[in-house]
């Protein structure tokens, strides 16, 4: 439940800031089990709970 996907996420943003301006991803397997959470964070994204406290990395949050 500790797998998540930021850095994939950080990647894409490397990617990105480097120039690419498309990218194509294949998800699955364990790492993905924060739902694409972390993914988000990578890229600058601030993921919030429903109280407005940011929410944990990996699948258990």
Do not use: E, Y
């Not at 998540?4 to 894409?12: A, N």
């Not at 194509?24 to 993921?47: E, K, V």
């Amino acid at each position: 439940m500790t797998a998540g996907t930021l850095g994939t996420g950080q990647v894409v943003a490397a990617a990105v800031g480097a120039g690419c301006r498309k990218v194509m991803i294949g998800i699955g397997g364990s790492a993905s089990t924060d739902g694409g959470a972390g993914l988000l964070h990578g890229l600058g994204a601030r993921l919030l709970d429903v109280d407005g406290r940011p929410i944990g990395t990996g699948g258990a949050p």
